[in-house]
């Protein structure tokens, strides 16, 4: 398949920023979807030692990927211990 995508950068050049961008997407969601597989809280690989991630989480950690307004180095803690 490789092959097959060289002969065609070869044969037609304009194609080359199209397989450069395509294959940049193609590795950012796989980077994207390894991240959310090994560090979400809501992900449970191991149910035997952890079987609720997520409730070990302090009020202070961020786990979302992007925050626009929140500084989660400020947040208390509201709820109870579970």
């Known amino acids: 398949m490789l092959r097959q995508i060289i002969g065609q950068a070869k044969k037609h050049p304009s194609l080359i920023p199209l397989f ?7 590795g950012g969601a796989t980077l994207y979807l390894l991240r959310l597989a090994l560090f979400n809280p809501d992900v449970s690989w191991d149910r ?8 070990k989480l302090g ?16 947040l208390k803690k509201e709820g109870p211990d579970f």
């Open 20 to 26: 450069i961008f395509i294959g940049a997407g193609g």
């Open 59 to 74: 009020p202070n950690e961020q786990y979302k990927f992007y925050s626009v307004n929140v500084d989660y180095s400020k």
């Open 48 to 55: 035997k030692n952890n079987p609720e991630p997520w409730n």
